[in-house]
């Protein structure tokens, strides 16, 4: 039992916690709260975090590839003249030709137009936007060649082959072998 004296007595009840060792856990509670607060903002290595880690961020590029080197179930690199003589490995089905008109309603027809004669919305920006309904298009380009020009891009026309798969832009080619200048 504790001896209280009277004016204590007239104070109330004895407190639980005398004030001094209040103060003191305050402290103690403060110190902790910025070690913590220390950390956090070091990262030390053992914490990594999601955030911190090697991962590609939202709204950040992919990472590029070692220079000179493919992914393992990449595509193997061919220039124009390499790629001319590759067969279609895509049947010439409606599928195949629904799939590539798909391609080019999305990918193409903005500029090529949407029958391909070279009228596409954004084609006077351009000094000359090809017919692929030419003849020479036609008649004269393998489908190894549109198959190269469509991954490759040209001089102003951009390239595709990071866009599409190999089938889509083999059914791409099918498709715009489809073209024809209207009489
Ligand atoms: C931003 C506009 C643009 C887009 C999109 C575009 N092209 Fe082109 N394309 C051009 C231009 C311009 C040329 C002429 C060569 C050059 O300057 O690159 C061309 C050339 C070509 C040629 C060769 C024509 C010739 O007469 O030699 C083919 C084939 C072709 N494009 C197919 C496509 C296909 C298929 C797509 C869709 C994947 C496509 N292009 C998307 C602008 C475009």
Same mark, same amino acid.
């Given at each position: 039992m504790t001896l209280r004296s009277p004016e204590s007595a007239a104070r109330g009840?004895?407190?639980? $916690?005398?004030t001094r060792r209040?103060?003191?856990?305050?402290? @103690?509670?403060?110190?902790?709260v910025a070690a913590a607060g220390a950390v956090a903002l070091a990262q030390p290595a053992f914490m990594?975090?999601?955030?911190?880690?090697?991962?590609?961020? *939202?709204?950040? +590029?992919?990472?590029?590839?070692?220079? +000179?080197t493919i992914a393992v179930d990449g595509d193997r690199q061919r +220039?124009?003249?390499e790629s001319r003589d590759l067969p279609n490995p895509v049947p010439d089905t409606p599928a195949v030709l629904a799939e590539g008109k798909w391609m080019y309603d999305v990918y193409c027809a903005m500029c090529h137009g949407p029958?391909?004669?070279?009228?596409?919305?954004i084609a006077g920006h351009y000094p000359r936007m090809p017919s692929?309904?030419?003849? =020479?298009?036609?008649?004269?380009?393998?489908d190894g060649w549109i198959f190269s020009i469509i991954g490759d891009g040209g001089f102003r026309m951009p390239p595709f082959? =990071? %866009?599409? %798969?190999? +089938?889509?832009?083999?059914? @791409?080619?099918?498709?715009?072998?489809? $073209?024809?200048? *209207?009489e």
């Open positions: 009840p004895a407190r639980r $916690f005398p209040r103060s003191a856990r305050g402290a @103690l509670a403060a110190v902790l990594r975090n999601m955030y911190t880690g090697p991962v590609v961020l *939202p709204q950040v +590029d992919p990472r590029v590839p070692v220079e +000179d +220039d124009r003249l029958e391909g004669l070279g009228d596409g919305q692929l309904a030419a003849r =020479h298009v036609q008649n004269n380009y393998t082959a =990071h %866009s599409m %798969s190999a +089938d889509e832009r083999w059914a @791409l080619v099918r498709y715009v072998k489809t $073209f024809t200048t *209207p």
